[in-house]
């Protein structure tokens, strides 16, 4: 029997490889991209920018609602100093000197819708966007972080309002009939804006 020779085994051979993989290999790692994908990218890029930067044209909306506001507080103002002058003339509590009360009491609510919807789009398209920009210094109940909360306080203001102005028709109305349609209708209103900002934020509020 010959005994076997001690020494270190020799390593196994590799598996035989394809002549022509290696050079395929190479030839895909070395391939330059395909230009139409970079070009598009950078198009996708700029355009993202310009429709990002876009969003400042709010800035006119906002505008024309301070204005507007403005005009109302002044002509709040102007209703003021007339009804002063009234009940300087006749003192007594009659309809028309509440009346002027109620339509001041509207017009500066009036104000305060337009101010707060300018308000509320400022902040959603404009500081709500810029993560390291500065804030509006509002108070806590004013700030607006999506449209669920630009619409709770608009339509809140708009059923304020609406709600005076019925009682200033009623005050001054002589027919109890007509009163008591319009006080319908406008409890209608009311009634339907209240569901549709209740169910408006629960479908929010779920993603929907």
């Known amino acids: 029997m010959g005994s076997a020779k001690d020494g270190p085994s020799e390593p196994e051979a590799d598996a035989p490889r394809a002549p022509g993989a290696e050079n395929a290999r ?16 950078r198009l996708e890029g700029r355009f993202e920018q310009a429709l990002s930067a876009f969003r400042v044209v ?13 005009s109302s507080f002044a002509y ?5 100093v007339r009804s002063v002058a009234n009940v300087v003339e006749d003192p007594e509590l009659t309809t028309h000197n ?19 919807a300018a308000f509320g789009l400022y902040s959603l398209f404009i500081t709500g966007t810029e993560t390291g920009g500065l804030a509006l210094r509002l108070p806590h109940w004013l700030r607006m972080h999506d449209l669920n909360d630009l619409k709770a ?11 005076v102005a019925f009682v200033d028709v009623a005050v001054e109305s002589p027919d109890d009939l007509d009163t008591l ?9 009311i009634a339907a ?16």
């Open 181 to 189: 349609y319009l006080g319908g209708a406008v409890a209608l209103v």
């Open 26 to 41: 190479e030839r895909l790692d070395d391939a330059p991209a395909a230009p139409g994908g970079n070009a598009r990218e």
């Open 98 to 116: 509440l009346g002027y009360l109620l339509l001041l009491t509207d017009l500066f609510l009036v104000g305060a819708t337009l101010m707060i």
């Open 58 to 70: 709010v800035i006119v909306p906002v505008i024309i609602l301070l204005l507007a506001a403005l």
């Open 76 to 80: 709040g103002t102007d209703v003021f």
């Open 153 to 163: 306080r608009v339509i809140s203001m708009i059923i304020l309002v609406a709600g």
């Open 193 to 208: 804006l209240t569901a549709f900002l209740h169910f408006g934020r629960m479908d929010g509020g779920n993603g929907s």
